[in-house]
């Protein structure tokens, strides 16, 4: 029971996400981010206090850019969750450099499927960063459809192109697709039914209220 908690010291975790819950320690005076490489709250938020922190997790708002944070809900089922949450965890750095200006993303996990959550100043950014995780999910839907779920080398250069670290990143999680014994005609159909969900109304897009499995960084491959 931690209710009653009024000192929270977390420093140098490695923490990337906060979990929402966070909120529910009402009783909480002091709290210590610092040295985690936080990516949602931002460390900026993160370091603006603990007012800043709950105000953000609790409203949905980033009180030092008055962002909005809006979600899209991506109904996954198990097996091709993990593989797809971490392509999607690379949607960020790909949007930032199609659209040249700083995204701030993140993914979570649920029992019935995957969040994908971004804080916007206004409704055109959040358009913007719709068409491009489009074309994000539709390149990996062509790169299924060009080498089903057996993927050919990733680029073996360190300093590659930003293409090729896509390729690379989508050559993994085909990877582990592969290893799931998942049908590539039920990944593509997958891929078809996200891209589809972006053009649903915003409500559609809620995510779900208390099923979250995994706050955090998605777990590593396999």
């Not at 709950?54 to 008055?66: A, I, P, Q, T």
Request: charged share 25%.
């Amino acid at each position: 029971n931690l209710k009653n908690l009024k000192e929270l010291w977390l420093r140098s975790n490695k923490l990337k996400v906060l979990p929402r819950s966070l909120v529910n320690l009402q009783a909480l005076k002091k709290l210590a981010l610092e040295k985690n490489p936080l990516r949602f709250p931002s460390e900026q938020v993160a370091s603006a206090g603990l007012y800043a922190v709950m105000y953000y997790l609790l409203f949905e708002r980033d009180v030092l850019s008055n962002g909005t944070i809006k979600s899209i809900y991506f109904p996954i089922q198990r097996k091709y969750r993990v593989p797809l949450r971490q392509y999607l965890e690379y949607y960020p750095e790909y949007a930032a450099k199609k659209l040249d200006f700083v995204v701030s993303a993140e993914t979570r996990s649920y029992e019935s499927g995957v969040v994908l959550e971004a804080v916007v100043k206004e409704e055109l950014e959040w358009e913007q960063l719709q068409r491009c995780l489009f074309a994000f999910l539709q390149f990996f839907h062509k790169q299924v459809a060009k080498n089903g779920l057996q993927p050919t080398k990733p680029p073996q250069k360190k300093n590659g192109s930003f293409e090729d670290q896509i390729r690379a990143c989508a050559h993994y999680c085909l990877q582990a697709l592969s290893m799931r014994s998942c049908e590539v005609s039920e990944v593509m159909e997958l891929l078809e039914e996200m891209q589809n969900q972006l053009n649903l109304d915003e409500e559609k897009h809620m995510r779900p209220v208390q099923d979250e499995t995994s706050p955090g960084p998605s777990p590593e491959f396999p």
